[in-house]
């Protein structure tokens, strides 16, 4: 979720689980980045029931805000466009269309090194999972 503050630069966004939200500045800097919430590897936290129907209590919402001018960006996408591309390379791009093919492109790349890959292991190839994004010029 993200709200544009009446009459302020100010922008609030809230999330939980797997998704990432981003500000991009009109000169391509990234502004804001926020984090997706894990319990474990691949494992985000969940809003559900569990096998009994109880509500899981839901106890780490994130919440992020920044300033922004005329002329920036807001993308907000779940993890199978964000663990597939690079900030940076975000950063350039302005259509979703766009950053959900090369998130795409990358997950069926079984060489390409990724922000999920662990460089350490020495990982590489894409992730394919889930993938969408929306993108809003304020």
Known sequence: I????????????????????????????????????????????????DELGNDLKVD????????????????????????????RTLARMKSARQIVSLALKNANDPHVHVPYNRVDKGERGGKMDDMSCVVVQL
């Open 60 to 87: 780490e919402i994130f919440s992020y805000s920044g300033q922004y001018v005329p002329g920036d960006t807001l993308m907000v996408m779940s993890d199978g466009v964000s663990d597939n591309v690079w900030a």
């Open 2 to 49: 993200a709200q544009r503050i009446p009459d302020t630069s100010t922008i609030k966004v809230w999330g939980y689980g797997d998704s990432t939200a981003m500000l991009v500045g009109a000169d391509e800097t990234v502004k804001l980045l926020t984090k997706d919430h894990e319990v474990a590897r691949n494992l985000p936290f969940q809003i559900s029931h």
